[in-house]
């Protein structure tokens, strides 16, 4: 795929962030910034990141975004979503199928024409990543 925003550059410190429309709040901490997205990328962006919302751990009662599993988000001017990921360990009992429901729910977004869902495991998942939303619904805060 050509014309993506580099990963690097859509991370951002979302914490710092003084974007009054968005609520940093329900944000991971490690949470893929919106910088440098066109229009009609920030549109797909933020269907993709709704879609997103709608999968859950099946063993932890918080979406896998809030979670922080959710590392890059890439989006180009043709419709085109890279999504690179992690699960809470590489033991994890879904690693063969949470992707694919990530990839399989992006790819029903009527303007993604083409998704990639990649699973990494660097940096490693920590508790850390977590939203403050995802940390109050499992009480820890």
């Known amino acids: 795929m050509n014309n993506y925003i580099p990963a690097n550059q859509l991370l951002g410190d979302v914490l710092n962030s003084a974007d009054e429309e968005h609520n940093i709040m329900d944000e991971p901490t490690n949470a893929p910034s919106r910088d440098g997205l066109g229009a009609q990328e920030l549109v797909i ?3 993709v ?17 809030e979670l922080g599993l959710i590392y890059d988000i890439a989006v180009n001017h ?8 992690t699960l809470t360990s590489p033991a994890c009992p879904v690693a063969g199928t949470l992707p694919i429901e990530v990839e399989t729910k992006i790819a ?34």
């Open 45 to 47: 962006h933020e269907k």
């Open 49 to 65: 990141v709704e879609k997103i919302r709608t999968i859950f751990d099946p063993e932890i009662p918080v979406n896998i975004y």
């Open 78 to 85: 043709l419709g085109e979503v890279y999504v690179r990921m």
């Open 108 to 141: 029903s977004i009527p303007e993604v024409t083409d998704c990639t869902v990649e699973l990494v495991w660097e940096p490693t998942y920590s508790m850390e990543m977590m939203s403050e939303i995802a940390r109050l619904q499992l009480g820890l805060m």
